[in-house]
Every structure is written in C-alpha cells, then in structure tokens.
C-alpha cells in the first residue's frame, strides 16, 4: 500500500479531555520517541506526584510510616485484586514478575528425576531461575520448541504433547504473553491440560496486566504473576502474584523474597511486610490505575493501542520493505514484530547494540530482540504514543543504515 493511503489509516492520536497531547500526562522526555513501553514502562507525572508525596510522609515520621505500612499495602494489595478480577485472599504483592516466579519456585518440592517444561519463548531470566531450582533439586528441564507461526491450537497441542512425552513432569512454566517474540499464548487451554494432569502451571505474565482485560480469565489451578509497572502504568517495583493452586492450602507454602516480621502471618498477609523496603511504589500503584480509568478509560485505552499497534506495524514494514509474513497469529495486544533482515541483530549482543544505536543516534527508545538467530524490532504503544512517533522513528532511521 501506498505510504500516502497507509497514512490515511492512521487512527486518530489520543488527546487528554483539556484538547492536549495525551503525552502530557507521562513524565517522559518529549525530545524522545518513546516507542518501548512494553520493558519499563512508563509512570503518569499525578502517579509520580502522589508517590513522592508518599515518600516525603515516610520521611517525616519513619516510626509511624512504618507502624501503618502494613495495613496501607494490604488495603493497596485488595485494590490491585479487585482491578486484575482476582481473588484478594490469592493475591500478593511482589517487587517483580521475576521476584513472583522466583517464590513460587521456592515453594515447590522437586525430587530428583522430575522434570520441568519450558518453551523456547521464555523470557530469559525467569528460564535461568526454573534451570536454577531444578540443578539444585537434581531435577531436568525439557523445552519445547514453539515455532513463531504456529497458531494456539497447535501451541496447546505442542505443550501437551510434551507433558505427556514424561511420566514425571512436576511443572509446566509458559508465558502468557511472550516477551521476545510479543506473542499470545494459549494459556487458558494450557491450564486446562495441566489440571487435567494434575501438574502445576506457572505462569509468567509480566506483559498480561493492562494489555489484557481480564488477564487472569479461566487460569484457576495456577500460580501467575503479572508487572504493574508495563501496561498498567504503576511505579516500577509493582508486580500481583495470584495464587490458585489445586489445593488452596498449597498457598501457605509461598513465602516472600525477603523475610520479615510479617513471616508468621498467612499468604497473603505475609508478603505485605519486607523490611525497610521503599514500598511507595505499591501504595501508589492503584492510583495509576485510576488515573488511566478516570481519565482515558481501560476499556478505551485497550482498543486504541491495539488499533496503534497493528498501525505502527504496517506502517515500518512497508516504509522499510519488510514482509510480515510468519509472524505469530495471535500477537500481544499492545506489541507488535517487524523482522529485521538476516545476520541482523542475530544475538542478544548484537540486538542490545543496535536498540543502542538507534537511541544514541536518533532519539528513539525502542526494543530490539532476537529469536533463535533471528532479529526482530519489537514496537510498543500505549496513550501517549501517536502515529506520528511510529512515521518519524520509520522514516529517518533505517536498520540497514542506522
């Protein structure tokens, strides 16, 4: 399609109810292409305003601060609950997604001989913790080869398939929305399989909140943990850890990253307390929520960058030549791929150098990943963005001259 056309399809940008760029209402350089919501996120400037408010109380008497904190994180921890449609009595606070999986996998007892099945779509640092419990437990880690076009059908049969290759498979760990490749995978049908089985499912879901409405939707018998900081806009150190384990008193073997006083309370209780850790992040955290429904509305803000996303897609890969064929058929929500050409960010060093360049050279904060030997630019979108960034960042930066 002509580029004139496809510009014609842009959707309209987001404005706040003043007439003014949504942009202003995220404390993000304007001088900058934010075109990277999906690694860290981004806070609204009233979210940030409020949080520092938080920490300024905290300073002013740290003996109350701290007395109170855990009745506030608590009363925070039901907020977020009842926005992600998750039980509260199954849902704690966590620094991170990556903090969630690692106290799940501290819970569980491997034997030596079991076996755990990842994909080849994992994030990387989560695959190194479930490599890491399973060394230390003599246990084996299986991963399935997922292709990139496969559709969740087959992604689901994949996985079954897998499970049912090994009589001893303890646990299945699969992302719900994958971080390399921005694809959605099956995991309500994957749950299905596993409680069928009677085999553990955990899933990390640190893109699912915000992007995905009811992210947490047919996944009982889980443990799933889910950043606050993505998609939903909260301080970065936010993340929900939803336990719903076959048998529910399985939940009192989670035990937070750091052990405090709150240790003898029960899950959740005991994760609302982790020392003299700056907290504000979870206190603040439902007010980003609110900000974005009061505002923008969730349901709103879901369809327009989703809509942005396709758009932002299209339009790099026609400017710059590239074919969309083979890419997942059912992408993120709110990320989308554009494949580089080959022996183009290749590795993990060579896509972390060109996501550099692209920033140091033309001001554009993207996300360069790369899948089995192959480079892919991974676009974002959310409120602020408009189809002008994805143009701009398009037509002057060319991967193949930087």
Same mark, same amino acid.
């Given at each position: 399609?002509?580029?004139?056309?496809?510009?014609?399809?842009?959707?309209?940008?987001?404005?706040?109810?003043?007439?003014?760029?949504?942009?202003?209402?995220?404390?993000?350089?304007?001088?900058?292409?934010?075109?990277?919501?999906?690694?860290?996120?981004?806070?609204?400037?009233?979210?940030?305003?409020?949080?520092?408010?938080?920490?300024?109380?905290?300073?002013?008497?740290?003996?109350?601060?701290?007395?109170?904190?855990?009745?506030?994180?608590?009363?925070?921890?039901?907020?977020?609950?009842?926005?992600?449609?998750?039980?509260?009595?199954?849902?704690?606070?966590?620094?991170?997604?990556?903090?969630?999986?690692?106290?799940?996998?501290?819970?569980?007892?491997?034997?030596?001989?079991?076996?755990?099945?990842? *994909?080849? =779509?994992?994030?990387?640092?989560?695959?190194?913790?479930?490599?890491?419990?399973?060394?230390?437990?003599?246990?084996?880690?299986?991963?399935?080869?997922?292709?990139?076009?496969?559709?969740?059908?087959?992604?689901?049969?994949?996985?079954?398939?897998?499970?049912?290759?090994?009589?001893?498979? #303890?646990?299945?760990?699969?992302?719900?929305?994958?971080?390399? *490749? #921005?694809?959605?995978?099956?995991?309500?049908?994957?749950?299905?399989?596993?409680?069928?089985?009677?085999?553990?499912?955990?899933?990390?879901?640190?893109?699912?909140?915000?992007?995905?409405?009811?992210?947490?939707?047919?996944?009982?018998?889980?443990?799933?943990?889910?950043?606050? =900081?993505?998609?939903?806009?909260?301080?970065?150190?936010? #993340?929900?850890?939803?336990?719903?384990?076959?048998?529910?008193?399985?939940?009192?073997?989670?035990?937070?990253?750091?052990?405090?006083?709150?240790?003898?309370?029960?899950?959740?209780?005991?994760?609302?307390?982790?020392?003299?850790?700056?907290?504000?992040?979870?206190?603040?955290?439902?007010?980003?929520?609110?900000?974005?429904?009061?505002?923008?509305?969730?349901?709103?803000?879901?369809?327009?960058?989703?809509?942005? #996303?396709?758009?932002?897609?299209?339009?790099?890969?026609?400017?710059?030549?590239?074919?969309?064929?083979?890419?997942?058929?059912?992408?993120?929500?709110?990320?989308?791929?554009?494949?580089?050409?080959?022996?183009?960010?290749?590795?993990?060093?060579?896509?972390?150098?060109?996501? =550099?360049?692209?920033?140091?050279?033309?001001?554009?904060?993207?996300?360069?990943?790369?899948?089995?030997?192959?480079?892919?630019?991974?676009?974002?979108?959310?409120?602020?963005?408009?189809?002008?960034?994805?143009?701009?960042?398009?037509?002057?930066?060319?991967?193949? =001259?930087?």
């Amino acid at each position: 399609m002509p580029q004139a056309d496809l510009r014609a399809l842009a959707p309209d940008p987001v404005l706040r109810p003043d007439g003014l760029p949504a942009l202003d209402d995220w404390s993000l350089d304007p001088a900058v292409r934010h075109l990277n919501h999906g690694s860290f996120g981004a806070v609204p400037s009233a979210t940030g305003t409020w949080q520092q408010a938080l920490r300024e109380e905290a300073e002013r008497d740290p003996v109350a601060w701290f007395r109170h904190l855990p009745a506030r994180v608590a009363q925070a921890r039901c907020a977020i609950a009842d926005w992600l449609h998750a039980p509260r009595e199954a849902t704690a606070l966590a620094p991170n997604a990556s903090a969630g999986v690692t106290a799940v996998l501290s819970s569980l007892t491997l034997r030596a001989g079991e076996r755990i099945v990842v *994909t080849d =779509h994992a994030y990387g640092a989560v695959d190194m913790a479930v490599r890491r419990h399973a060394a230390r437990a003599g246990a084996q880690v299986d991963t399935v080869h997922i292709p990139l076009a496969a559709d969740a059908e087959q992604c689901a049969a994949l996985m079954r398939a897998a499970v049912d290759s090994h009589d001893r498979t #303890a646990l299945v760990v699969v992302d719900h929305i994958t971080s390399a *490749t #921005a694809r959605l995978m099956p995991v309500q049908q994957i749950a299905a399989d596993c409680r069928e089985r009677g085999i553990a499912l955990l899933i990390d879901g640190a893109h699912a909140p915000g992007m995905l409405a009811e992210p947490l939707s047919g996944l009982q018998g889980t443990y799933w943990v889910g950043n606050l =900081h993505k998609w939903p806009c909260a301080p970065r150190g936010t #993340a929900a850890l939803v336990a719903q384990p076959a048998d529910p008193a399985d939940r009192q073997r989670l035990f937070p990253p750091i052990d405090s006083w709150g240790a003898p309370n029960d899950y959740p209780q005991r994760f609302d307390q982790q020392g003299t850790l700056d907290l504000s992040a979870w206190l603040a955290a439902p007010h980003a929520l609110d900000f974005v429904e009061d505002r923008y509305g969730w349901d709103a803000a879901r369809t327009h960058i989703s809509t942005l #996303a396709d758009y932002a897609q299209q339009y790099v890969a026609e400017r710059w030549g590239v074919s969309l064929d083979g890419l997942p058929p059912e992408p993120a929500p709110a990320m989308r791929l554009v494949p580089l050409p080959d022996s183009i960010a290749a590795d993990e060093a060579a896509a972390h150098a060109l996501q =550099h360049a692209i920033a140091d050279r033309h001001a554009c904060a993207t996300s360069v990943t790369t899948w089995r030997g192959r480079g892919f630019l991974r676009l974002s979108a959310h409120l602020y963005n408009t189809p002008a960034d994805y143009q701009d960042f398009a037509d002057r930066c060319d991967v193949l =001259h930087i």
